[in-house]
């Protein structure tokens, strides 16, 4: 017996949204070829904030598609926190493409670095009210 179009259309887009499923997840898993999964690489960053529900996120990029990519990332690593554009908040999560660019950013908005990850990523504590 053979199966009708549909049933072989069905079959298709299952296989298919398995696929990018099965893409997707890795993508968030290992963004950086031959980078640890981003439990591990965030794992710094997780265990400073101390289980702090809503924290705010922060990066020096005006790359939409960068922007949105570090942010899903964090998010990814940071849950069940909610990472939050802006803020006041106690506590951030801050992403720059460099060094130095972090430690401007942390300066210049009056916060102090907890912990920083290879990835660029970095936590920020609120120094003053």
């Not at 179009?5 to 069905?10: D, E, G, N, Q």
């Not at 997780?46 to 922060?58: D, K, N, Q, S």
């Not at 990029?61 to 942010?71: P, S, V, Y």
């Not at 990472?83 to 102090?112: H, I, K, N, Q, T």
């Amino acid at each position: 017996m053979r199966p009708d179009r549909a049933t072989l259309a069905i079959a298709t887009a299952a296989v298919l949204a398995f696929l990018v499923a099965r893409a997707t997840v890795h993508e968030t898993r290992t963004p950086d070829p031959g980078a640890p999964p981003i439990d591990e690489r965030f794992a710094p960053l997780v265990a400073a904030a101390r289980g702090e529900r809503r924290l705010g996120y922060l990066t020096t990029t005006t790359d939409g598609r960068e922007e949105r990519t570090r942010r899903v990332h964090a998010q990814y690593a940071l849950a069940p926190a909610l990472l939050v554009a802006g803020g006041p908040f106690r506590l951030y999560v801050a992403w720059a493409e460099s060094g130095g660019a972090l430690d401007r950013l942390a300066r210049e908005r009056g916060l102090r670095v907890l912990a920083r990850i290879d990835a660029g990523y970095a936590l920020l504590e609120r120094t003053g009210p």
